[in-house]
């Protein structure tokens, strides 16, 4: 979606009308990945600030982790601590969690309602 791949264009058809809800980290998350890409010379600097820009214009909810943390702690001992509030948040919003991890869609599918994202 950020990166315009093609893993991206299917998740931008995933959400497509949807409205996003992310928890908080998640801008972290995904500038600390793409922060990691360009160091790596694997993103151009250009390409990179537009990933920033669109990242800081993505329109989602951003949810408090201070609100997600008790259920996050309890997913925790299924899943990384990032993921689970992720899950946590899911759970709490009765929504389809939608991710390109598929450790993640693995273990986390008995948690909550997962759909992998996989580019065509």
Not at 25 to 37: A, I, N, P, Q, S
């Amino acid at each position: 979606m950020l990166a315009e791949t093609a893993t991206g264009a299917s998740a931008a058809a995933a959400i497509t009308n949807e409205r996003l809800v992310v928890p908080a980290h998640f801008d972290v998350e995904v500038y600390g990945t793409f922060r990691r890409l360009f160091r790596h010379g694997k993103v151009s600097r250009r390409r990179f600030d537009a990933i920033v820009l669109r990242l800081a214009t993505l329109a989602a909810e951003r949810v408090a982790l201070s609100a997600l943390l008790v259920e996050a702690h309890v997913l925790a001992e299924r899943v990384s601590a990032t993921d689970a509030f992720y899950l946590a948040l899911a759970r709490a919003r009765g929504v389809e969690l939608l991710t390109t991890d598929a450790h993640l869609a693995q273990r986390g599918g008995t948690l909550a309602e997962i759909r992998l994202i996989a580019g065509s």
